[in-house]
């Protein structure tokens, strides 16, 4: 045993493989009270934005049942269930970042934020900085999508 031991020693880098990885937490991982206070504006500001943007598709889309009916040819009519359809999806879409977004405030509010949600491990700055509403560090996410 000693010897086996002395040996991975001396070959050196068979110690520490593994214990350094693309994921193992560095300075750029810790986030400061101003850097988190940014990201918390940007999604907050963002959350305005899609509040705005919903009430917008569900007044038209109000206004679209309204008008429903009244006298249009079928090609016509085409036309605006497609439209219609098309907003339904983009609203749910925005609820469905907005929720996103909501949960990202939480998890800022809470000290969890920047955490990888399936291997607890930080999700990385850089990433979060261009995805502020990331749940899943790059490899949780890419096997996620591969499945
Ligand atoms: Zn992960």
Redesign the pocket.
């Known amino acids: 045993m000693a010897t086996r031991a002395a040996k991975s020693a001396i070959t050196g880098n068979a110690v520490t493989e593994g214990s350094v990885t693309e994921?193992s937490v560095t300075t750029t991982d810790i986030w400061s009270a101003d850097e988190l206070a940014e990201v918390r504006e940007r999604l907050l500001a963002e959350i305005d934005e899609l509040h705005t943007e919903i009430l917008r598709a569900e007044t038209e889309l109000a206004a679209g049942n309204a008008s429903e009916g009244a006298g249009d040819d079928p090609a016509d009519a085409g036309a605006k269930t497609y439209e219609r359809e098309r907003e339904i999806a983009l609203t749910l879409n925005a609820r469905d970042v907005l929720a996103q977004n909501e949960r990202a405030i939480a998890r800022i509010d809470a000290g969890t934020y920047g955490v990888?949600e399936?291997?607890?491990?930080p999700?990385g700055k850089e990433r979060l900085q261009a995805f502020p509403r990331a749940t899943?560090?790059v490899?949780?996410k890419q096997r996620e999508e591969r499945r």
């Open positions: 994921n990888c399936s291997c607890q491990r999700i899943l560090c490899a949780c």
